[in-house]
């Protein structure tokens, strides 16, 4: 089968990004992104897309307007493709059975209903957002059971292998693509159609094929162990800070062990994002209710170490500016997850910030990618009451106007802008004495010490 269109529901973060590049690298097939928030659609549409990534600016002016398009139709874009894309939301369950665990599928459910509606003919449904082993099944059961058409279907796992801040780059050159589908004639046919979409560009070797399952459980296992390296060196850094080691010269020596290697081993105030924790509590609950209670809890404790290291770094401050920040300010540098992202999905600035504002600090914010309503809303949803965040939050155009009268400043996200601050500038425009709390490990200690700040740097020994 040749693929001519494509359609993708859910224009964020994953839909959009990976959307635009096949449009880039395949010009004689129409792709279509297809989403009913209408703001949405908007931006992508306008010169200020909603999504941050370097290079994506220009890999939508590439292809935008001419095989690539972005509409809330999203009946008449299933109608004309001949493969559909589910990249929709797969938030952690808040309510019943798995609350706080299981991921919640009602938004793959509507889009599964949706399609069957519509379609007509033979249609490639593929699973792009991350879901549980086991969703293709129900997907299968829905698309069966409703459509009312003379329509066919055959359902392939596609997970994205995506970090966010270098997403382009990853589209462009990824470590592999990975589908699922079923061992069958028509599920291999499928297969090898999508397969020949990416092999406009990457490399046939790059292609791994699976079963389904293998497929769809291979990318919570893949944040999961991940993550898992984050939580071990954060262990450390506690160890370091407490030894007088430095997190960085061990990371540095286990790093060249080519058992081990040295990615994912840097010590922050935290891990974030949209993947990792989300997937690490789906796969504590799939060992759950397949009754493997210890390897659960073995999986339960990387998120505990996560956000161990938050509230430890809290801790740090209020212990150090005499165990009171009641009225303090406090410089915070960066509110995204990671650099090159306006992504602040369980960004460990919001614990902080949180939790920060529940000690009665006055916190003054920057970030070069977030926006006010962003931060605002992310604050409301972690609890902080409306009142106090409208007197002890401010948000501020620079580093430098945030540090102004400060009694301390946390860098929280790793900016390379944070990395030529200008220490000297810094140090006279904040409160003496001038606490720095940095929690990506990004400045200078040697310097910080001798212009006279009182510097605590994650996994540093004293």
Not at 341 to 363: G, K, M
């Amino acid at each position: 089968m040749k693929i001519t269109s494509i359609c993708c529901l859910g224009a964020g973060y994953v839909g959009g990004p990976t959307m635009a590049m096949i449009a880039a690298k395949c010009p004689d097939i129409r792709v279509t992104v297809a989403d009913m928030n209408e703001k949405r659609i908007a931006a992508w549409n306008s010169d200020d897309l909603p999504v941050y990534e370097p290079g994506l600016d220009d890999i939508v002016t590439t292809a935008r307007g001419r095989n690539l398009h972005f509409t809330t139709d999203i009946k008449a874009a299933i109608a004309g493709a001949d493969l559909i894309f589910v990249s929709v939301g797969t938030p952690t369950k808040s309510y019943g059975i798995g609350a706080g665990r299981a991921a919640d599928l009602r938004y793959i459910e509507s889009a599964a209903r949706l399609i069957a509606e519509v379609s007509e003919g033979h249609k490639i449904i593929v699973e792009k957002s991350t879901i549980p082993v086991k969703t293709a099944s129900a997907i299968q059961t829905i698309l069966a059971a409703n459509s009312t058409k003379d329509a066919t279907f055959q359902v392939l796992s596609n997970p994205e292998f995506l970090a966010e801040g270098t997403a382009i780059a990853d589209l462009e050159n990824p470590d592999r693509i990975l589908i699922g589908g079923e061992q069958t004639p028509e599920g291999l046919a499928a297969i090898q159609a999508l397969a020949s979409v990416y092999q406009r560009w990457v490399p046939r070797e790059k292609i791994i094929t699976t079963n389904l399952w293998s497929s769809e459980l291979s990318k919570l296992v893949a944040n999961a162990f991940l993550a898992q390296r984050i939580s071990s060196i954060n262990s450390i850094s506690a160890l370091c800070e407490a030894t007088g080691a430095d997190v960085d010269e061990v990371a540095r020596a286990i790093g060249t062990d080519s058992r081990i290697g040295p990615k994912f081993i840097k010590s922050s105030v935290g891990f974030g994002g949209s993947c990792f924790q989300k997937d690490i509590l789906n796969l504590v609950y799939l060992c759950q209710s397949f009754g493997l209670p210890d390897a659960a809890e073995y999986w339960r404790q990387v998120i505990h170490l996560n956000d161990w290291q938050k509230s430890r770094f809290v801790e740090k401050i209020v212990r150090t500016l005499f165990n009171t920040v009641n009225g303090k300010r406090i410089a915070i540098l960066g509110f995204a997850f990671k650099k090159d992202t306006n992504d602040t999905r369980e960004s460990a600035a919001i614990h902080i910030c949180r939790d920060l504002l529940r000690e009665r600090a006055h916190i003054a914010i920057y970030d070069p990618q977030v926006d006010a309503a962003q931060i605002h809303q992310d604050l409301t949803e972690a609890g902080i009451d409306p009142e106090l965040l409208a007197t002890n939050v401010e948000l501020c155009d620079s580093p430098y106007a945030a540090a102004e009268n400060s009694h301390a400043l946390a860098t929280l996200t790793e900016w390379d802008e944070f990395r030529h601050l200008d220490l000297p500038r810094l140090y006279d425009l904040m409160l003496k004495p001038a606490f720095v709390f940095d929690g990506r490990a990004i400045l200078p200690t040697t310097a910080l010490k001798a212009l006279g700040f009182d510097a605590f740097i994650i996994g540093k020994g004293a």
